[in-house]
């Protein structure tokens, strides 16, 4: 049996990260987070990078912010779907949930660990909530 070793998948950071940063942002201004949130979020702690990608988005991201924000635009878009009402959806984020994920606090109260794995598991329940891991 000749099992061969799979390659990393190629992402073209440089064109991705633009629009990604740009979609962040809309999201962030949607959702209402104050600009720590945001640099949580993003993965960041120098302020002098968050004033700077806000001024140009025009940045080569790392794959890290890359997909923190990845998880980002998909609990977005789940949200859109599964709260069809804009207002209801971009508000869910900071509301409390009585889900055992959640314990009561917040989705965004989780993500705010700064660790990508809880944008993954918030991303991950959304999309069990609608009925797929799309």
């Given amino acids: ?21 740009r979609t962040f942002f809309r999201i962030a201004q949607l959702w209402n987070l104050s600009n720590d949130e945001q640099m949580i979020l993003l993965g ?3 302020r002098s990078t968050y004033y700077k990608w806000k001024k140009n988005t025009d940045v080569v991201l790392s794959r890290d912010t890359l997909e923190r924000i990845s998880y980002i635009v ?15 959806a971009d508000d869910w984020v900071k509301r409390p ?14 993500m705010m660990s700064g660790r990508v ?10 999309d069990a909530e609608r009925g797929g891991w799309a």
């Fill in 74 to 88: 998909g609990i977005y878009k789940s949200l859109q779907i599964l709260l069809p009402d804009e207002k209801l």
């Fill in 117 to 126: 794995a809880d944008l993954f598991i918030v991303r991950q329940y959304l």
């Fill in 1 to 21: 049996m000749n099992l061969k070793r799979s390659t990393p998948v190629n992402i073209d950071r440089e064109s991705l990260s633009g629009p990604a940063l």
């Fill in 44 to 46: 960041i702690s120098a």
């Fill in 97 to 110: 949930n009585s889900a055992p994920l959640f314990d009561g606090r917040s989705a965004l109260d989780l």
